[in-house]
């Protein structure tokens, strides 16, 4: 389907991405390296708008989930390190080794199969072993991280490159003490890793709210998400900052999400609007059809809830989110006609909708909002 024609577009400010990036390039300074996470389409930002500004920026590495993401950015021609997050099978772990993206090993079977792999294609692998500190689900534990480099540290077609964890209670609390578990955890497991025989040259844990918070964190590397994209990782990492850091974080929320008016409707007092009857006109009303719905990410429970941003005023959603149309209430916007943005997500003319405003109404995370956002809605750089 060519996103040329879809009826909604996302609108991404590439000074907010670059300021961000910034950002967190003063905090950790010069000698680390920054690692972009551009995975899920840039958490709905858009892969090669948002790994190209990144690059722009500074950013020293990129971190994807899965193969087809690492695919998509080489043949943009992006040339920086590209690190797969996610576990691959035996046709992705070939082609990540033949395109020498940097792959993660998060068990012995991995490691066995990118073993194998390696020496049937006569080609080195980079690897980055994940180490299971407290979340669990990738990774392996202290004692078969050292029995895999055991395994791993004669194979010359091997290198093992990196280690790496991820916390698991660093954003949802101000109690930081599994965070400060899971730490140590990690150390000790890099310890018995170096007594097997390999010291990984690259440490990585530190996500956004760690790169904010947690300085112990940063190694060699850091892995910053969310917050590239100006959004806070939770309303805590935000407290936990203001409360017990020094360091000044400015983010600056890079995305608008806009559609346009494809139908006004006078709807007299009394009638219902949208499925199930859940709205009812207590007076003569102006209705603005919008095209788009949940199956574009524009979430259900936004029903006569959400609102949204016409000529720099409120509308509210009036009746049920339907899957591909939305109702909104512009009986007092004046002159708001067919063909009149409106903005889902962002600001117009002074006023705002957040990703965390909707993620309250929706019951869930600002991730979620963004990396929900029509994957095919084409996504504009805009200065």
């Keep these: ?24 390039r003063r905090i950790i300074g010069a000698d680390r390296k920054l690692m972009a996470v551009v995975k899920s389409n840039a958490y709905g930002h858009g892969l090669l708008e ?3 500004t990144f690059i722009s920026a500074g950013a020293d590495w990129l971190g994807v989930f899965e193969i087809d993401e690492a695919v998509a950015l080489s043949d943009a021609g992006i040339k920086i390190p590209i690190l797969i997050l996610g576990n691959e099978d035996e046709d992705s772990t070939r082609e990540a080794i033949r395109r020498g993206y940097k792959i993660t090993v998060p068990s012995k079977d991995a490691a066995e199969l990118v073993s194998k792999t390696a020496r049937k294609l006569h080609r080195q692998a980079d690897v980055h072993i994940k180490i299971e500190t407290g979340t669990n689900r990738q990774g392996v534990r202290d004692t078969e991280a050292a ?6 540290s004669g194979d010359l077609c091997v290198n093992i490159e990196g280690a790496y964890t991820h916390f698991a209670n660093i954003e949802d609390t101000t109690d930081h003490s599994y965070a400060y578990f899971q730490l140590r955890q990690f150390n000790k497991a890099v310890e018995e890793m170096g007594k097997a ?3 990984p040259p690259i440490r990585h844990t530190a996500c956004t709210a760690a790169t904010i918070l947690f300085p112990e964190t940063f190694f060699e590397m850091v892995r910053t998400g969310i917050g590239l994209y100006g959004l806070w990782p939770s309303k805590e990492t935000r407290v936990s900052a203001t409360q017990y ?8 929320p890079a995305m608008t999400w806009k559609t346009r008016i494809i139908q006004v409707k006078d709807v007299p007092a009394g009638e219902f609007i949208g499925y199930g009857c859940t709205f009812r006109a207590t ?3 102006k209705i603005a059809v919008l095209p ?3 199956s574009n990410g524009y979430d259900r429970k936004f029903s006569n809830s959400a609102y949204v941003l016409v000529r720099g005023h409120r509308a509210t959603v009036t009746g049920r989110v339907c899957m591909n149309l939305v109702m909104v209430d512009i009986t007092d916007i004046h002159g708001a006609s067919v063909g009149d943005e409106a903005v889902l997500l962002g600001r117009q003319d002074g006023d705002s909708i957040t990703a965390d405003q909707l993620a309250s109404l929706a019951g869930t995370i600002n991730y979620e909002i963004v990396t929900r956002i029509d994957p095919m ?6 200065e």
């Design 50 to 52: 948002a790994a190209a």
């Design 377 to 382: 809605a084409q996504r504009k750089l805009v």
């Design 283 to 285: 007076r003569n009303m």
């Design 1 to 24: 389907m060519n996103i040329r024609y879809r009826q909604s577009w996302v609108e991404i400010d590439a000074q907010a991405l670059r300021h961000n990036a910034g950002q967190f």
């Design 147 to 152: 029995k895999i480099v055991s395994c791993l």
């Design 197 to 199: 025989g390999a010291k």
């Design 292 to 294: 788009v719905g949940y």
């Design 245 to 252: 850091t020094d360091t000044a974080v400015d983010l600056r």
